[in-house]
């Protein structure tokens, strides 16, 4: 068969039937395509569906497009293979018109177990040859298929293609199966090496010994009773659909099938097996879907739609949730189970999937997507209402920038499956309640919001809150309102915008001191840009009331990308005796950053009491909500929750001189490095022991306890000697020896002065000796109490 095409319009577009009812459009872009000597690789990279397995001739300029790879059975028979575009370079063609130029062969060879018809390339034959793309219209081509023997035909094209590239489209249905093996089908490409023409080998189809099934369930529903779905079945080859228990369906306990009318249920999507040749039995829970018998199954792969439905049985036994039926049988399946369907009782829930990480002390912190979803069809009623009220330590950002009475939530919503937006209003003194309330549908009927057969839903998606300064932990939102649903779910875990320590928290101050040199401090970030240089970028550290800086500290940032400014010391509000070091965010961190606060020294003024010195962290960089927010909506914070952070930074231990000393109760556990003054837990760095029925404790320890500063500890490692000054007591121990020397006076002790982990140990009795208190051993407790005098 001849396909003459002369001087057409350029860029003509021709259409092809593609196997399974798609169409292929072939529009031929002018560029050069790869040459096929260059690189069997890039040439197979052109093909859409398969590529060239390997050029042939090293001079060939061209490639081919494979644009369908069909999957086969082994069956003989007639068979349709993929199509394939020829591609033919410009210039590759020289020979004048088509009607009197030269004429160019291409000879295509068919593996073995295929042959061409007999009639092949003749008209009513679907194996044919022709120009797709003619490319220019001062290209001239003739072009012509021959069948030369079962395996090998010719293509002749005359003419030329001097104004650009060229495409023939090769369609090769209606060819002979003869029983091939399995695996790749290669068409053979070839030419005489001076022609130019494309060349090599061609993957147009794949054989398989058995086929398989693709099976979908389609348009499922949600529901509390009666369920109905479309099963779509897709056969890859001929006949993979097989007799008998071809496709069995089993649903789970409380769920059976109801009866399938195959005439009524079938719908053909293509291929030639109909509801005459199909067979759906049911046995209660059991549906067997088949081919009626072998010479009914399918001659070409077929595809079909089968509608179906299913009841609730048993109320006691169904679970709620998907619907799954298990897939089995001899026809070789895709899958092996297939949701049916959504099985629960009216109602629903609320639920947050990825809940996020918020800021404490920072607003627009965004929650994880809040959704809100029926339990099945229809559970949702028009009018009901339902409520998310968030902790005290979190506010709506729509409240926090607005008030209470905004109608609109931050964010975005996303509603499926029937429902619509409902209205929302947030509601309480402080606005923490977000009620939304669903709006019926003039089509509906019951006051049901849902026209759907699934379970609709409501996402609030990328919803913001203001979270309170040192607020930590989950973040729960309390579910309830007039739908009936209840329960809390957890949105967003909070973290500190920064935390405070000390390098001595438990450092002992005297009431009174003008230098107490506690140390340093150490502030972290929870987070990356936790300390926020919106509005003035503030951070105060604020020191309790009669207690001061006694010079400015280093403050530096040790780690991260965060940069500060302006470093100062000052008293609080014009109060003479409550210290505050302030300094300013200049830039945010993109790396959680770790502040040094050096060489804090403090004054302690003398009306100070016994007790911790706590300090705390607040300012606009990191206690932000704290000082914004509309209206009152965010009182209690400024009145109550102004702190980001706060710490023990060091202790008041001993009283001014001359002021009454208040007894001091200490006790300590054998084998544990806790132990309480005064109620107060304390760590030490070595636990009491007990060694040839003495008892010992550590003396810095008790020192301390009694009010023994930690300046007034000494240790002379010369001369291997401890000296403690406890007022106007002055107690020296020698190491290694059993000399205990008080105020002068050197007593002669029973043991050797000792060290335990780098601390110097006694026997109770020569603790209480040397630091002039009351110790008493309780051994069924395993304690000793020390007492001052």
């Known amino acids: ?389 968030l902790p005290e330590g979190a506010r709506w950002q729509s409240v926090y920038d607005s008030g209470k009475d905004v109608g609109t939530t931050t964010g975005s919503i996303e509603t499926a499956n029937g429902l619509t937006t409902p209205e929302f209003e947030y509601t309480g003194t402080d606005g923490r309640t977000l009620r939304m309330t669903f709006k019926s549908s003039d089509n509906n009927t019951a006051g049901k919001v849902n026209t759907s057969n699934k379970a609709g839903s409501i996402t609030l998606k990328d919803v913001e809150v203001a979270v309170q300064p040192g607020f930590s932990g989950d973040l729960n939102v309390a579910v309830a309102g007039s739908q009936g649903l209840t329960g809390t779910v957890k949105v967003a875990t909070a973290t500190p915008s920064l935390t405070l320590s000390a390098s001595d928290a438990t450092y002992s101050a005297s009431i009174g001191s003008d230098s107490a040199n506690i140390g340093n401090l150490t502030l972290k970030e929870g987070a990356a840009g936790a300390l926020t240089d919106d509005d003035n970028g503030l951070v105060e550290v604020l020191l309790p009331a009669g207690v001061t800086f006694g010079s400015v500290p280093t403050v530096s940032v040790t780690s991260g990308d965060l940069t500060i400014r302006n470093v100062s010391i000052d008293t609080y509000n014009n109060s003479a005796t409550q210290g505050v070091l302030r300094f300013y965010v200049d830039s945010e961190s993109t790396t959680a950053s770790t502040i040094a606060i050096n060489g804090v020294n403090l004054r302690i003024d003398r009306t100070v009491p016994q007790g911790n010195i706590v300090a705390k962290v607040q300012g606009d960089a990191a206690a932000n909500t704290a000082y914004h927010g509309f209206g009152d909506v965010t009182q209690t914070w400024k009145d109550s929750y102004r702190y980001a952070t706060q710490a023990t930074i060091a202790t008041i231990g001993t009283q001014a001189p001359g002021a009454e000393t208040n007894a001091v109760t200490a006790i300590y556990t054998i084998g544990s490095t806790s132990y309480k003054v005064n109620g107060e837990t304390r760590t030490a760095e070595v636990a009491p022991y007990v060694e040839n029925g003495r008892t010992y404790l550590p003396v810095r320890y008790v020192a301390e306890a009694l009010g023994v500063t930690p300046a007034n500890i000494l240790f002379d490692k010369a001369t291997s000697m401890v000296t403690l000054i406890k007022g106007d007591r002055v107690v020296q121990l020698k190491l290694k020896t059993n000399q205990l020397t008080i105020n002068g006076s050197t007593i002669n002790m029973d043991v050797k002065a000792v060290t335990k982990a780098n601390r110097t140990v006694l026997p109770i009795a020569w603790v209480g000796k040397a630091l002039d208190a009351t110790v008493m051993y309780d051994a069924a407790a395993k304690t000793v109490t020390v007492n001052s005098k």
Do not use: C
């Open 1 to 389: 068969m001849s396909d003459k095409i002369h001087n057409k319009q350029k860029n003509k577009k021709n259409v092809y039937d593609i196997q399974g009812g798609e169409q292929k459009f072939m529009k031929k872009s002018t560029k050069k395509v790869l040459n096929v000597a260059a690189s069997a690789a890039m040439l197979a990279g052109i093909a859409p569906v398969a590529g060239i397995v390997a050029p042939t001739a090293a001079h060939a300029s061209g490639s081919f497009d494979v644009i369908t790879v069909p999957t086969l059975n082994s069956n003989s028979g007639p068979v349709n293979l993929g199509r394939v575009n020829i591609n033919i370079d410009r210039y590759t063609l020289n020979g004048g018109t088509s009607a009197t130029g030269n004429t160019y062969s291409l000879t295509v060879s068919l593996p073995t177990g295929f042959q061409f018809a007999a009639d092949a390339f003749k008209a009513g034959n679907g194996t044919q040859v022709s120009v797709a793309d003619l490319g220019s219209s001062d290209n001239s081509i003739a072009v012509s298929g021959t069948r030369l023997s079962n395996t090998s035909a010719r293509i002749d094209i005359t003419g030329n293609n001097q104004a650009d590239d060229i495409t023939l489209a090769l369609a090769l249905n209606g060819i002979q199966s003869t029983g091939p093996n399995t695996g790749d089908v290669n068409l053979t490409f070839t030419a005489d090496p001076s022609t130019g023409l494309p060349t090599g080998n061609v993957k147009t189809a794949t054989v398989v010994s058995s086929g398989q099934i693709a099976i979908e369930a389609r348009d499922t529903q949600s529901s509390s009773d009666n369920f109905a779905f479309t099963l779509r079945v897709t056969e890859s080859v001929a006949k993979s659909l097989k007799t008998g228990n071809a496709l069995k369906f089993k649903l789970p306990t409380g769920f059976e099938w109801d009866t399938v009318n195959v005439d009524s249920a079938f719908t053909k999507l293509y291929g030639d097996l109909t509801a005459a040749g199909l067979t759906a039995s049911v046995d209660g829970d059991t549906l067997t879907v088949a081919a009626k018998s072998t010479d009914l199954q399918s001659k070409v792969a077929s595809s079909f739609d089968l509608a179906l439905t299913f009841k609730v049985e048993d109320e006691d036994k169904a679970k709620d949730g998907d619907v799954t039926a298990t897939v089995s049988g001899n026809s070789s399946s895709n899958v092996s189970s297939l949701v049916v369907g959504t099985y629960g009782e009216y109602g629903g829930g609320v639920t947050v999937a990825s809940p996020s990480t918020v800021i404490a002390g920072q607003d627009e912190q965004q929650l994880g997507d809040i959704v809100v979803k029926e339990a099945v069809a229809g559970s949702f009623i028009g009018g009901r209402t339902v409520t998310l009220q």
